[in-house]
């Protein structure tokens, strides 16, 4: 596994960082030749043993795309801090765009924690329009999951102090038709809360979770109920599909779930309409 810093301090000669941090305002290194889920995990545990007061996020697909629409959703009239003083951020200095980031980042905190905002699990379930070809894009997703990391992958270390709180440093759901960042936020919390489930990374149209033990058969049933009633909740042919069996059999004996939170789960991993 290949690694580099965003740090300035962290570049060896002064040379230039082969990427940008992008809209990653926490961005702390980048990941090449990860070699799968678990190696990356394995280095995500490292680092977050090592460095207690922090909690780290990863990128999954499409780190880009990612970037793009995590600004855009980051600019949600409930989630935007507004630039303060007479002359604003001077974005040409590097300290006033560091403040403001870290600013930004505990404002959407406390906006994730606001009441008023906040979604419950049950007022998120069938609000994503969903097609038995997304069910299919579920499945194949967690049947190989290694196929959702992209060539490179980025980390943030975030001065949170609960895992759920991560997505505030990559609030995404930019578009109308996908969930956005409250509402992944209430789904991060049921997962956690019902089903063990850490909160450990998110790309452009999917998140991931991890537990500390594999489901067993009983657990595995739970969740699939669950999930059911997430994506096909108000929509018979999804919920009533073969495939939520299919995915209870895949998800026993295992630690990972990745889960889409954007419309046409299918589109993102290239199924055509054979596939579905």
Same mark, same amino acid.
């Given at each position: 596994m290949k690694r580099g +810093? +965003? @740090?300035?301090?962290?570049?060896? #000669? =002064?040379?230039?960082q082969p990427y940008r941090q992008g809209n +990653? =305002?926490?961005a702390h290194e980048w990941l090449e030749d990860v070699g799968g889920m678990d190696k *990356?995990?394995?280095?995500?545990d490292a680092l977050s043993a090592a460095d207690p007061l922090h909690r780290y996020l990863c990128t999954l697909d499409d780190v880009s795309q990612c970037s793009y629409t995590c600004g855009h959703a =980051?600019? #949600?009239d409930r989630l935007y801090l507004e630039e303060s003083g007479e002359d604003g951020v001077d974005w040409d200095d590097p300290v006033q765009v560091a403040a403001w980031e870290q600013a930004s980042l505990q404002h959407r905190i406390r906006q994730l924690g606001n009441p008023e905002l906040a979604q419950s699990w049950d007022q998120v379930c069938g609000t994503l329009a969903t097609a038995v070809c997304d069910l299919k894009a579920l *499945?194949?997703? &967690?049947?190989?999951?290694?196929a959702l990391l992209d060539d490179v992958v980025y980390v943030q270390r975030i001065p949170v102090p609960a895992d759920d709180l991560k997505i505030a440093a990559q609030p995404n759901g930019y578009f109308s038709?996908?969930? #956005?960042? +409250?509402?992944n936020h209430a789904i991060i919390r049921h997962l956690a809360g019902q089903h063990g489930y850490r909160f450990f990374g998110m790309g452009a149209a999917w998140m991931g979770f991890v537990r500390a033990e594999s489901l067993t058969a009983e657990q595995a049933g739970r969740l699939v109920a669950d999930l059911?009633? *997430? %994506?096909?909740?108000g929509r018979e042919q999804v919920y009533a599909h073969a495939g939520w069996s299919e995915l209870q059999q895949l998800l026993r004996?295992?630690?990972?779930?990745?889960?889409? %939170?954007?419309? &046409?789960?299918?589109?993102?991993? =290239?199924?055509? #309409? @054979?596939e579905c």
């Open positions: +810093f +965003f @740090e300035p301090a962290a570049q060896a #000669d =002064g040379d230039a +990653f =305002g926490c *990356l995990l394995q280095a995500l =980051g600019q #949600d *499945l194949q997703a &967690n049947r190989e999951q290694d038709a996908d969930w #956005d960042t +409250f509402q059911k009633d *997430l %994506y096909g909740r004996g295992q630690r990972l779930l990745m889960l889409g %939170y954007v419309e &046409n789960l299918a589109d993102s991993l =290239g199924l055509d #309409d @054979e």
